[in-house]
């Protein structure tokens, strides 16, 4: 059955691609708001900073022992022993921090961080990958060899994108549809299927495929007897709380992709990570169902009886009211439906972190969809897992009503970050481990990362949108924590990076770690981590520029795509550059590529990079908008460059790629992803997918969706 046919069965229903598309364009939107040499704003980036700021400064809001000053996980995690021993912890929590206007003022719902978001060179693959779908048996394609993965952070960890290949078929979600494309000939359009959440991002594993996404309010299976809170309930708070949508699709035959199961959670999707067949989800839900009392009226005997009969309403609440409840429905319609989380799966901190819940589902793709999960009551904002662990950390919960202008001030001049940390290396499970806190803020995902059982953290102290309204100069740290009985402890740190400056990007390989910082121009520091306690600054490396991203390319190079800047710290356009960090005391610069007014995803999004490693290609999206005073006119450019990597001849552009040349609509065919099949660069835009030749990029083929 051809995809025509198929289009508009309705699979899952969404705001969050209208809200979280401009915002993951933001999330690395770098703080320097500043003016191109033409004189025109870079009006994206300025969106982009004030967005984010907004972004981040809800999640500042978000539910720590208040005005402590210490972290609140200092002695870790604490299990609950019963489920009456959760509720009786909560409402006691809720009790103390209710207002007359219920808890809103204790949490903050929901905040779109994503993915930050958001990871290092293709996933390696062990061995070849057998490919289903009506090939011939002996058809098979080895990754990394054959074809391109993901670019993520660790090899042998998958991560979720809108697009995904086995080396055969291309599958690909775009205008709220999941594509099937055959590339094993002329490409063509095997079957679609659509989506009605509209935004998703998948993971793949052998015939199947799970689509994650977020929704606000509707699309969930109408239970009979279905309880008063939780998924179905409704809630008067911000409107509608979100609900994680995990679809699963059976692609065996990819001319007939079929919808099995859909998994309905309460929370918004966070986050996934993949090892193997297994996929970590990770979820941030928050309490449901309530039907707050408000103030009849002005007056202080109003607002007493509105808090006095919301104590009341906690005192009658469920579990269904604080652990988050999921359906799960067949393709024939049929559910079932529960709490998410067993109370004795369910942790607190020592001091009070909120009433939300840090969710970690387990699935294995290979047997489909079936909920298993451990929560902490804490929030969570950025995602970082190994082969074997899992990290997700976030900022301190505040409850903003009990502090001072001073306190306020303080808090956001020196935050801690909390990280929990969750082992994976048993397929069939997730369990807590351990949970610690490092001083200030985490740039992504990449400034975490796991070697010989130490976490390596690189924060800077001072929050970016702050804008140095306090005493404080900022710096940068790398800490390094271990395992120690339930605890992260500090174990080793190095300080003083980059004073006044920010972090830019981060990347750690091995035991030597890179860190950018800038303001004006741009020090790339190596330090040194063959010693865990001790770790040291080996050398530094002072440039114009930034690079908001860093890739290993092997043989003691690494590569950096960001802007090229004046003196000033005026940035002046995209930026690649190839370093020489063999001698981690002395990093040099070898080569330099520029493109004037540019901007490319890879700032911020490391999926949409492309080091094709047996060709020594890059291939990365990029945008130009300016004018052209010579000849009176707009100058843009809104495509994809290629670019070959070699030590000795540098940096040479093999060409670019364009999906449209309207004029009219010149952003229409804004390329946002790439990938190898065979010796074809296919890039995907909202039009459709381009098949380019890998040597010279000229067009072989045209995929519309």
Known sequence: MGGSERSERPVGGSLFRVLWEPYRAVRSSQPEMKQNQTGVMTMKRTLAATFAAFAILLTACAPIGVGSGVPAFAGGLVAFDACEDY?????????????????????????????????????AADGAVPISGGLDSGTRRQAGVDYSTTNVQEAGVDEPDVIKTNGNFIYAISNSTLYVIDVTGEPTIADSLRLENGWGEILLAGDRIIVLSTQYGGGVPDILGFPEAGIAAPTDYYYNTPISVLTEIDVGDPTDISLVRTLYLDGGYLSARMSGDVARIVVRAYPTGFQWQYPEGGGLLAEIKAKNANRDIIDASTLENWIPYYVLEEA??????????????????????????????????????????????????????????????????????????????????????????????????????????????LLNQFSMSEHDGYLRVATTNQAPWWGGRNDQTSESFVTVLAETGGELEVVGEVGGLGKGEQIFSVRFMGDVGYVVTFRQTDPLYTIDLSDPTNPVVAGE???????????????????????????????????????????????????????????????????????????????????????????????????????????????????????????????????????????????MSELGIAGSDLTTLDETSWVGF
């Not at 001072?404 to 048993?426: L, M, N, V, W």
């Not at 290609?617 to 000849?631: I, M, S």
């Open 332 to 441: 024939d319609g049929s559910t079932s439906d529960g709490l998410l989380v067993d109370c004795e799966d369910a942790y607190r901190p020592q001091e009070f972190a909120g009433l939300g819940m840090l969710t970690v589902v387990t699935v294995d793709l290979s047997e489909g969809l079936k909920p298993d999960a451990v929560g902490v009551l804490a929030e969570g904002d950025t995602v970082y897992a190994s082969p074997d662990s899992l990290y997700v950390a976030s900022r301190q919960w505040v409850d903003w009503n009990e502090l001072s202008e001073a306190e306020i001030e303080a808090r956001f001049s020196g935050e801690y970050t909390e990280i929990h940390k969750f082992d994976i290396s048993d397929p069939s499970t997730t369990v807590y481990r351990a949970t610690g806190s490092v001083d200030g803020f």
């Open 87 to 123: 509720l009786t912890h909560v409402k006691t929590e809720a009790k103390r921090i209710v207002t007359p206007y219920g808890l809103e003022n204790g949490w903050y719902g929901p905040v779109w961080l994503g993915n930050d978001v958001m990871f290092i060179e293709e996933m």
């Open 541 to 683: 490396l002072k440039i114009l520029g930034y690079s908001a991203y860093l890739h290993p390319l092997g043989d003691g190079m690494l590569l950096g795509v960001g802007q090229d800047a004046t003196e000033e710290g005026w940035t002046l356009g995209t930026q690649v550059s190839v370093f020489d960090v063999s001698d981690p005391a002395n990093p040099t610069r070898m080569h330099q590529y520029t493109m004037k007014g540019g901007h490319s995803d890879v700032e911020f999004d490391h999926r949409a990079f492309l080091y094709w490693e047996p060709t020594a290609t890059a291939v990365l999206p990029v945008q130009r908008w300016g004018w052209d005073e010579r000849n009176g006119k707009d100058d843009y450019f809104s495509g994809a460059i290629g670019l070959e990597l070699d030590r000795d001849r540098g940096i040479q552009e093999i060409g670019t790629i364009v999906h449209t040349d309207s004029i009219d609509n010149p952003w229409a065919g804004q390329i946002h992803r790439s990938l190898v099949v065979g010796d074809t660069v296919f890039t």
